[in-house]
């Protein structure tokens, strides 16, 4: 069965199409453009009554939260592609913890700095600039702390690539492509050498040559 994918030209979707071109898993896409509000349309709904994207679709098994599609694949598949789970119970508990920390650290700033410096004029709200600031400062912060781990380990769960570090690949692009802030990365040593290994992996570079963004 051919995993469906939808929405795959935004940012979130981009980390699920990853993780399977890293599972050498099979998929297709579905898209769906959030800027005409397809995501509200009712056969969508019926999907993801969330309204948000990705959903993938197995089959009749339907998951509509990134991380947790990341995880079930990387379960379900485990013995092929890449393994991004970690080898030991001590490695997945690395995995989760800092998947743990860039839902809840390093991505609402990022968010923030998408939505109000790339999304702002598009969905018709005015760009706050306090919030950016805010949130630069917020992101400063974790990217301090990521600045320790990596100059001890040269991923962030330990020597080897995982999910906890695929998962930043979406926002950290934006971040040092169109929001204009690269400098946030290439000032420090270790987070910028980390950027440049794991956005250098063919499965990124494959995902940002098939699905552009939307605009």
Not at 18 to 29: H, P, Q, R, S, Y
Not at 87 to 116: C, D, K, S, Y
């Amino acid at each position: 069965m051919v995993v469906k994918v939808y929405g795959p030209a935004f940012a979130s979707p981009k980390r699920v199409l990853a993780c399977l071109m890293e599972k050498e898993i099979e998929f297709e896409v579905v898209p769906v453009d959030l800027l005409k509000g397809e995501h509200k349309d009712p056969e969508f709904l019926k999907l993801q009554p969330l309204g948000t994207v990705p959903v993938t679709q197995d089959g009749d098994y339907v998951l509509y939260e990134s991380r947790a599609i990341m995880r079930y694949y990387s379960e379900k598949y485990k013995s092929q592609g890449t393994g991004l789970l970690g080898e030991t119970i001590e490695e997945r508990g690395q995995v989760e913890n800092w998947l743990e920390v860039e839902a809840h650290n390093f991505n609402p700033p990022v968010m923030n700095l998408t939505l109000h410096v790339m999304f702002s004029s598009k969905l018709g709200f005015p760009r706050d600039e306090n919030l950016i600031k805010e949130s630069e400062e917020k992101l400063g912060k974790v990217l301090d702390i990521y600045e320790e781990r990596l100059s001890k380990t040269k991923y962030l769960a330990g020597d080897f690539f995982s999910l906890a570090d695929l998962s930043h690949l979406p926002f950290t692009q934006y971040l040092v492509g169109p929001i204009g802030k690269e400098y946030m990365i290439s000032s420090r040593k270790h987070v910028s050498a980390w950027w440049n290994d794991i956005s250098s992996r063919p499965s990124w570079q494959k995902v940002l040559l098939l699905y552009p963004p939307p605009f």
